[in-house]
C-alpha cells in the first residue's frame, strides 16, 4: 500500500481514530507510545497524520481504538448534489475491487438532509456511477461490514469521507465466544487495564472476572501481544492494493516481541461457575488460557499473591430495588476484603453507580472517568498500604 494512491489531500494523509467517549486521552498516549503524534484530541477519536501502511500497523497494535479511518477526502457541501460531485472526484477504482462489495456509514447533521439515508444512497450512486464508467463494471453494495466499508461524517457545510480500514469494530478481537453476563467491551477493559497502570510486572487479581475480558486484556498487554494478532479480517484487506506482505510482515514483528510466559500472575475467579466456564473458553480462543489462574469463589475468598499487586473488581451497578440493597452488602464487602486481604494491593473497582461505591466505606485516591455504551462510570481508586499505613478509609460519601 502506498500513500499517494488513497490520499488526495495531504500528504502523507491522515488518519482518524475513533474510540468509546472516555477512551480518547488514553488512546493518544497508545499511539505516542507507537511514535506517532497526535493532531487533535476529541471525545471519540485522535488525529493523526499517517499513510496506509501506519493504518494497517495501528489495526494491529492499538488496544482502545475502535476503528482506523483514512482520509480520503476533505470538502464543503451545502447539497446531497454536491455530494454526489465531490464524491465522484474520488479515484474509488483504485480502492475498490470491480468485483467488490462496499458499505457505507453515515452520520449527518445537515438542514438540507431530513432522511439520513439519502446521503448514504447519494455517496453509493457516486461510488458505483465512477465505477461503471471507469471500469465497466461496478461492486455491490450493503450492510456487511467485512468488507470495504466507506465511512461519511457531514456537519454544517463541512465533510470528510474515510475509508474506514478496519471495517468491523476492533473490540471485536474474536475471542468472545461466550459473552456472559453484561460483559465490558475488549477496548474498555483493556482502557481499565492500562488505566490501573498493569504494566505485567506485578500480581493481577481479578475476582468478579464474569466473562473474562479485564482477565485476557491484561494477559496480552502483559504478553506485549496485540489484539490484532488473533483477527483475520479488516476492511483494509478488501481493497485493491492490500499488500498481504505489509500484513504478514507486521505480524511477523509483533509474534516475535511478544513474550510466551507472565512475569506475574493473573488470577481471575467468579463465583458464578458458568462465568468461569466461559472465561477459560474466551481465554483459551486468546491463546492465554495456560497463563491465567481461574477459580470458582466468592470475591473475598480470591488467592491474593504475597506480593503487592493489583486488584480490580467490577461488579453489578444494580437497577432494580430489590437488586440495589444486595449490591450495597457487597459494595460494604469489597471494603473489607480490601482491607483486610489486600495490604500493599492497588485496588480499584470500576462502576456505574456511584452512591453503592459510596457503601465501599474506603477514600478514593483517584476517580477515572469512562463510558459504559451510555452509562457514565468511574474506575475508583484505592491505595492499600502495608503495616503502620493502613488502608485510608472514612464513612463519609465519597
Ligand atoms: C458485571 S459482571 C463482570 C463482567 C466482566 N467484567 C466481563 O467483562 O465479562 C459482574 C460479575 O460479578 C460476579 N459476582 C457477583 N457477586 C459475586 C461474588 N459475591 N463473588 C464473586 N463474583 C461475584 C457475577 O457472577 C458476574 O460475573
Redesign the pocket.
Known amino acids: 500500500m502506498t500513500k499517494s494512491k488513497h490520499s488526495q489531500n495531504k500528504d502523507p494523509g491522515r488518519i482518524l481514530v475513533i474510540c468509546a467517549p472516555g477512551l480518547s486521552s488514553l488512546l493518544a498516549d497508545e499511539l505516542r507510545g507507537l511514535g506517532y503524534k497526535p493532531i487533535v484530541c476529541r471525545e471519540k477519536g485522535v488525529e493523526l497524520a499517517g499513510d496506509m501502511a501506519d493504518a494497517l500497523k495501528l489495526n494491529m497494535h492499538l488496544r482502545t481504538g475502535l476503528y482506523v479511518l483514512f482520509l480520503l477526502k476533505e470538502f464543503r457541501c451545502d447539497n446531497a448534489d454536491e455530494l454526489y460531485r465531490h464524491a465522484s472526484e474520488i479515484e474509488w477504482e483504485r480502492i475498490i475491487p470491480q468485483d467488490g462489495y462496499v458499505s457505507i456509514v453515515s452520520r449527518v447533521d445537515n438542514p438540507s438532509i431530513n432522511n439520513t439515508m439519502y446521503p448514504n444512497l447519494k455517496l453509493k450512486d457516486a461510488i458505483v456511477d465512477r465505477m461503471q464508467l471507469k471500469c465497466g463494471a461496478r461492486p455491490d453494495s450493503g450492510p456487511d461490514k467485512h468488507r470495504v466499508v466507506v465511512n461519511l461524517y457531514w456537519q454544517g457545510n463541512k465533510t470528510w469521507i474515510y475509508l474506514n480500514t478496519s471495517g468491523n469494530k476492533l473490540s471485536d478481537r474474536g475471542y468472545r465466544k461466550l459473552?456472559?453476563?453484561?460483559?465490558?467491551q475488549e477496548t474498555l477493559?483493556a482502557g481499565i487495564v492500562l488505566s490501573s497502570e498493569y504494566d505485567g510486572s506485578q500480581p493481577l487479581v481479578l475476582?468478579?472476572?464474569?466473562?473474562?475480558?479485564?482477565a485476557i486484556e491484561a494477559a496480552l498487554i502483559a504478553l506485549n501481544r496485540p489484539g490484532g494478532l488473533l483477527r483475520t479480517n479488516y476492511s483494509f484487506m478488501h481493497t485493491v492494493d492490500y499488500d498481504k506482505k505489509v500484513w504478514d510482515d507486521l505480524r511477523y514483528a509483533a509474534r516475535k516481541a511478544s513474550r510466551k510466559e507472565l512475569a506475574a500472575p493473573i488470577i481471575a475467579?467468579?463465583?458464578?461457575p458458568q462465568?468461569v466456564e466461559?472465561?477459560k473458553k474466551n481465554a483459551l480462543t486468546a491463546g492465554v488460557e495456560h497463563l491465567i489462574d481461574f477459580d470458582v469463589?466468592?470475591?473475598?475468598e480470591t488467592t491474593i499473591p504475597d506480593m503487592p499487586g493489583i486488584v480490580i473488581?467490577?461488579?453489578?451497578?444494580g437497577q432494580r430495588m430489590g437488586e440495589i440493597a444486595a449490591l450495597e452488602k457487597?459494595y460494604g464487602?469489597i471494603g473489607d476484603f480490601f482491607k483486610q486481604r489486600c495490604a500493599g494491593y492497588t485496588g480499584y473497582i470500576?462502576t456505574g453507580n456511584m452512591d453503592l461505591a459510596k457503601k465501599v466505606g474506603l477514600r478514593t485516591s483517584r476517580k477515572i472517568p469512562f463510558y459504559n455504551g451510555s452509562i457514565e462510570c468511574r474506575l475508583l481508586r484505592y491505595e492499600m498500604y502495608t503495616g503502620t499505613r493502613k488502608a485510608k478509609y472514612n464513612n463519609d460519601a465519597e
Open positions: 459473552p456472559h453476563k453484561a460483559p465490558l477493559a475476582p468478579m472476572c464474569g466473562s473474562g475480558t479485564l475467579t467468579d463465583i458464578d462465568a466461559a472465561a469463589c466468592d470475591f473475598a473488581l467490577n461488579p453489578e451497578y457487597t464487602r470500576f
